[in-house]
């Protein structure tokens, strides 16, 4: 079993930035494919953004496109989130999630590990 923690998220000033991380716990998530989804009030959940094993492979929704960036240290068990240029559209519960076996860009049966999110606010 893998737990999902993540933190960062706040309250912040459109224009400001947030970097969000995931440290995960249980077992090591190196060699795992992972991910951030987020979803705001009365919506679906969305990705935002995933990375492979080894982080050279990374992708992201197009709204999030050249403002967000997506790493990982697999040293430290962790992947993180660096939201720059934040929009108030931005404002969610973030997500991450992980795979249990696969390490390629995109898990074909979807995420076995979810966290618990994280809130992000952005003010107008």
């Known amino acids: 079993q893998v737990q999902l923690v993540e933190s960062g998220g706040g309250l912040v000033q459109a224009g400001g930035s947030l970097r969000l991380s995931c440290a995960a716990s249980g077992r090591t998530v190196s060699s795992s494919a992972m991910g951030w989804f987020r979803q705001a009030p009365g919506k679906e959940r969305e990705f935002v953004a995933a990375?492979?094993?080894?982080?050279?492979?990374?992708y992201y929704a197009d709204s999030v496109k050249g403002r967000f960036t997506i790493s990982r240290d697999n040293a430290k068990n962790t992947v993180y989130l660096q939201m720059n240029s934040l929009k108030p559209e931005d404002t969610a519960v973030y997500y991450c999630a992980a795979s249990a076996y696969y390490r390629g860009d995109f898990p074909p049966g979807g995420y076995d590990y979810w966290g618990q999110g994280t809130q992000v606010t952005v003010s107008s």
């Open positions: 990375i492979n094993w080894s982080g050279v492979n990374t």
